[in-house]
T-cell receptor, first 113, second 112 residues
Framework: IAGITQAPTSQILAAGRRMTLRCTQD?????MYWYRQDLGLGLRLIHY???????GKGEVPDGYSVSRANTDDFPLTLASAVPSQTSVYFC????????????FGDGTRLSIL | EDQVTQSPEALRLQEGESSSLNCSYT??????LFWYRQDPGKGPEFLFT???AGEEKEKERLKATLTKKESFLHITAPKPEDSATYLC?????????????FGKGTLLTVNP
């Protein structure tokens, strides 16, 4: 079934550790996104990529980095995790910019202790 | 400031009791309004896109409408399986890119 695969599905991590969340899509979508979802705050954009080889900062980029080496993969890295990064992380993709719906993975639940 | 506000935050209905969810928006240059459904432990699932005031979209028991200031998701004769969080999001211009601003969602519970 076509869609977005995120891994791991959940993780408990010690503060200060480095962590990479993986995201792969098989829909050949140009644009990909990373969001975090926190209770009471809704979905907030961390980073995005309009096409392979380009990335941009979203609303809450600090403490996170991304890369887009190819169309299918868009990993999110926490260089040195802090407790405030405890959240549910969603990866999404869309065919391109403009008024096109984004399609989401099922998320990674990350707890930083 | 670009903002999307959903109300109510939570709604309990009896099976068969129709109602509406509201999504009001204040954004610069709306290009489209999306509705999503999110089940517990899952990612948002796309439902509808509305592009201009007056437009309506329907899918089973759901109908989405759009005005110049708000969108409504009407649920007719809901069933327990319609229980979920419903999110709306406004696509609008932000600098040189399109931005997608989400509301915080309405948690709908339909009791049998």
């Amino acid at each position: 079934i076509a869609g977005i695969t995120q891994a791991p599905t959940s993780q408990i991590l010690a503060a200060g550790r480095r962590m990479t969340l993986r995201c792969t899509q098989d829909m050949r979508h140009n644009a990909m996104y990373w969001y975090r979802q926190d209770l009471g705050l809704g979905l907030r954009l961390i980073h995005y990529s309009n096409t392979a080889g380009t990335t941009g900062k979203g609303e809450v980029p600090d403490g996170y980095s991304v890369s887009r080496a190819n169309t299918d993969d868009f990993p999110l890295t926490l260089a040195s995790a802090v407790p405030s990064q405890t959240s549910v992380y969603f990866c999404a993709s869309s065919p391109g910019q403009g008024v096109k719906p984004q399609h989401f993975g099922d998320g990674t639940r990350l707890s930083i202790l | 400031e670009d903002q999307v506000t959903q109300s109510p935050e939570a709604l309990r209905l009896q099976e068969g009791e129709s109602s509406s969810l509201n999504c009001s928006y204040t954004v610069s240059g709306l290009r489209g309004l999306f509705w999503y459904r999110q089940d517990p432990g899952k990612g948002p699932e796309f439902l509808f896109t509305l592009y201009s005031a007056g437009e309506e979209k329907e899918k089973e028991r759901l109908k989405a409408t759009l005005t110049k200031k708000e969108s409504f998701l009407h649920i007719t004769a809901p069933k327990p399986e319609d229980s979920a969080t419903y999110l709306c999001a406004a696509s609008h211009l932000g600098g040189s890119n399109y931005k997608l601003t989400f509301g915080k969602g309405t948690l709908l519970t339909v009791n049998p």
